[in-house]
């Protein structure tokens, strides 16, 4: 007995749709991903609120990036959340972690002396980067969890959307699909 036309409609949509999810699976996985920023760590790379990346898989695990790219990655201090910081050193380059720890503005005078940033370097090991934010005075970062594993790298933030400002650049009044604007490499000279 032959299965009824609004059977095989229903079958076929749902093969369909699994086939359908499977791929958009695949490639928000290992080509690209589209996802929204929250936070004032990047300001004035990326704003605080409304923005959207597009970041790069082919980028995963730290493949092909160099110093000043953006990055969104795996928090290591807290595997359920993203971060998206900046790379501010690569294996092999010594840091100075982080010379505001020692400022009288934050510390007491003893605290000063005993937390001097300007003595504490450290050398990112192979495998690592250090990342930190744009927004150094509002960032968690490689100053507060260390070297991040560059197995952790998710992707390579390539451009952002600000989508609180409608379909128009604010200040030229262009159209510019909701307001993309690429996001290159701070430390490049290209």
Wanted: glycine share 8%; net charge neutral; charged share 20%.
């Amino acid at each position: 007995m032959p299965l009824p036309e609004s059977l095989k409609f229903i079958g076929s949509t749902l093969s369909w749709t699994v086939r359908a999810g499977c791929v958009a699976h695949l490639i928000h996985e290992y080509v690209y991903e589209f996802t929204e920023t929250r936070g004032e760590s990047m300001l004035p790379t990326l704003q605080a609120r409304h923005d959207y990346v597009h970041a790069l898989k082919t980028h995963r695990y730290g493949r092909n990036v160099t110093m000043g790219d953006c990055i969104v990655a795996t928090k290591p201090s807290d595997p359920e959340h993203r971060v998206c910081k900046r790379i501010t050193g690569m294996p092999g380059d010594v840091i100075l972690v982080d010379p505001s720890s020692s400022s009288s503005l934050t510390n007491s005078p003893t605290e000063s002396v005993a937390h001097d940033g300007f003595n504490k370097y450290i050398r990112v090991p192979e495998g690592h980067v250090w990342v930190t934010g744009d927004n150094l005075c509002h960032s968690l970062d490689s100053r507060s969890y260390s070297v991040l594993p560059m197995a952790l790298i998710k992707g390579k933030i390539v451009a952002a959307n600000s989508m609180d400002k409608g379909l128009r650049d604010p200040i030229s009044g262009s159209f510019w699909f909701w307001n993309l604007r690429w996001i290159g490499n701070s430390y490049s000279s290209e």
